[in-house]
């Protein structure tokens, strides 16, 4: 802090036993000491106050990006894309449904109704056609045990619900 040398500290001392004189030294030294200890406690209160404000603010700044985390995560949705894209694809799907197909240009365009007895043309449908194998009414094969032949039995109507 201060370059002082000894030399320097020597000459201050001599001169302060000339002034002062041999008496009243040893008083004037404690004193100078004590002073110098409250200067020094001053010095280091100052500095864990300012080190104190220091840890203060990055505290609140810790406690404001934590907030920020917390805030984002409270409104995290991992399923919202998800969401929003199976629900763009169900509007696309409804939409290809609903369109009306265009006739082609070969086809001749008609404007009157067909009879009510005579059975509908059959216009070609986006969605292929699933061949079914049973219905609910049909009985299925069902193998009692191993070795057996089949024995037909009603098939079980098939329930979107819950199993019981």
């Known amino acids: 802090m201060f370059d002082i040398s000894w ?3 020597l000459l201050i001392g001599v001169v302060a036993l000339i002034v002062i004189g041999p008496k009243e030294l040893p008083g004037v030294l404690r004193t100078l000491g004590q002073y110098t200890r409250k200067v020094r406690g001053m010095a280091a209160d100052f500095q864990n106050q300012f080190q104190e404000a220091m840890r203060e603010a990055e505290m609140a700044d ?10 984002d995560f409270k409104n995290f949705d991992p399923l919202k894309d998800v969401r ?9 799907i409804e939409s290809s449904l609903t369109a009306t197909p265009t006739p082609k ?15 509908a043309p059959q216009a070609e449908s986006a969605a292929p ?13 069902v193998p ?17 619900g819950r199993a019981e």
């Open 105 to 119: 240009a070969d086809a001749p365009v008609t404007t009157e109704a067909p009879p009510s007895d005579a059975p």
């Open 7 to 9: 030399t320097e500290f």
């Open 84 to 92: 929003s894209d199976v629900e763009a694809m169900g509007k696309d």
């Open 144 to 160: 009692s045990a191993p070795g057996e032949t089949a024995a037909t039995e009603p098939a079980a109507p098939v329930s979107a």
């Open 129 to 141: 056609s699933i061949p079914v194998e049973h219905s609910e009414l049909e009985p299925a094969a």
């Open 62 to 71: 810790l406690k404001k990006e934590v907030d920020s985390m917390a805030h």
